[in-house]
Structure formats: C-alpha cells, structure tokens
C-alpha cells in the first residue's frame, strides 16, 4: 500500500525556521517526482514546490523562492522541506504527495503534473 | 502564478448532474492538457479524481468525469450522492513549469 507521512510541523515565532519529513512507503520512491502543497486554514490548496527522481530538478511557487528548500534523500525513501524565514502568512496544513509519473524520453523522465497519493499533512503555526 | 478560477459553491440533489468549471488563461488550462481534480471532505487529505483531463484513475466511479475547452476545464458528476458533498479543486501545469490550483468549489447535495 502506498503511504506518505508527514512529520515536523509545530509552532514557530515569524522569521524562525522548520524542516518537514515525508516518510514514503510501499512504492519505488526513487522513481517518482514528490511535491509539497499546503492549505491555509479555511483556504484552498496552494503547490509549494517539487523535486525529480534524482533531486537535480527543484520547482517552487514565487512566495517561497528563496526561503523554502525541497530535498529528497532517496536511500531513507524520504522527502524533505527547509523552511527559513517563516512568515505569518506560511501558517498551513502542509500536504506531501506523490507527482503521477509523466513521460520518459531521452533517459529523463518528467512529472505527470498531477498529484495521486497525499499524506494526512502536518500543520506549520507561524505567530508570535 | 493566479489561481484557477471555479465557482466558490454548487449544489444538486440527489441522482441529478453538475458541473463545476475552471477557468484559467493561455498559459495553463488552455494549452496544456495536465488538468487534475481533487474531492477533498472535511478535515481529510485531497483525493485525485481525474488527471490529464479526462482520466479517472482505478477506483474512482465513473460519475465523475472531466473535460476541457479552450481555457475552461470542467468537472461533471452524474447521479449525485450524499456522498459527494466535499470541496473540489481543479490544477493545472502552467507556462512558468509550475503547477497551479482553483480556489476551490464547495459542492452540496440538497
């Protein structure tokens, strides 16, 4: 069965930081991309970043440029999210899901821009 | 990076159909065929329904289905249940090699 885990969320004062855990299970880890999506409480859903099979691709929304880092570690079959600087507006259940596997060509193979497996999330609180 | 825009709510009764749409732009919905929809009940994690427009992924009931014109996907569920009532998301890959989401539907079943 397919599982992912989050791990890591807790309360953090603006400016502070905190690293996210996935724990994946059930599947080849290493040979999909994973991505983070998060929901403000009471808000919709917003991507956040993702990370191909080898870690040498990493995608993210503009309002965490330079302040979030996605990274895989695909021995421990997990995935990883530094989050520095942390904003009020970071607040969120923070989601890890699996991308569907796109296409191969060329020994690279990309995502499939869509998302079919989700962890239960982790809340991330930034207040002072 | 703007959102998708879907309707903020729908509703249907029982055994009726709806639709819920989702506009986006030349950049994303209308040129790329990577459109998903999530059902997301509350308090839960999001649940794929249907990716690349039109497929349903093993498991989900055929009442569901997708399509897509132009710059506006749509997400149509057929003989309504109790059970559908949830918030839906649509999302698409856009120009920007990033991936974006509606703001999100909120469907009740009278």
């Known amino acids: 069965e397919v599982q992912v885990v989050e791990s890591g969320g807790g309360l953090v004062q603006p400016g502070e930081s905190l690293r996210l855990s996935c724990a994946a299970s059930?599947?080849?880890?290493?040979?999909?991309?994973m991505s983070w999506v998060r929901q403000a409480p009471g808000k919709g859903l917003e991507w956040v970043a993702h990370?191909?099979?080898?870690?040498?691709?990493?995608y993210y929304v503009d309002s965490v440029k330079g302040r979030f880092t996605i990274s895989r570690d695909n021995a421990k079959k997990s995935l990883y999210l530094q989050m520095n600087s942390l904003r009020v507006e970071d607040t969120a259940v923070f989601y890890c899901?699996?991308?569907?596997?796109?296409?191969?060509?060329?020994?690279?193979?990309?995502?499939?821009?869509?998302?079919?497996?989700w962890g239960q999330g982790a809340l991330v609180t930034v207040s002072s | 990076q703007s959102a998708l825009t879907q309707p903020a709510s729908v509703s249907g009764s029982p055994g009726q159909s709806i639709t819920i749409s989702c506009t986006g732009t030349?950049?994303?919905?209308?040129?790329?065929?990577?459109v998903s929809w999530y059902q997301q009940h509350p308090g839960k994690a999001p649940k794929l329904m249907i990716y690349d427009v039109t497929n349903r992924p093993s498991g989900v009931s055929n009442r569901f289905s997708g399509s897509k014109s132009g710059n506006t996907a749509s997400l149509t569920i057929s003989g309504l249940q109790a059970e559908d009532e949830a918030d839906y998301y649509c999302s698409s890959y856009t120009s920007s090699t990033t991936l974006v989401f509606g703001g999100g539907t909120s469907l009740t079943v009278l």
């Open positions: 059930g599947f080849m880890f290493g040979d999909y991309w």
């Open positions: 990370i191909n099979q080898d870690g040498s691709e990493k």
């Open positions: 030349s950049s994303d919905v209308g040129t790329y065929n990577y």
């Open positions: 899901a699996r991308d569907g596997p796109g296409y191969c060509y060329r020994s690279r193979c990309f995502s499939g821009y869509y998302f079919d497996y």
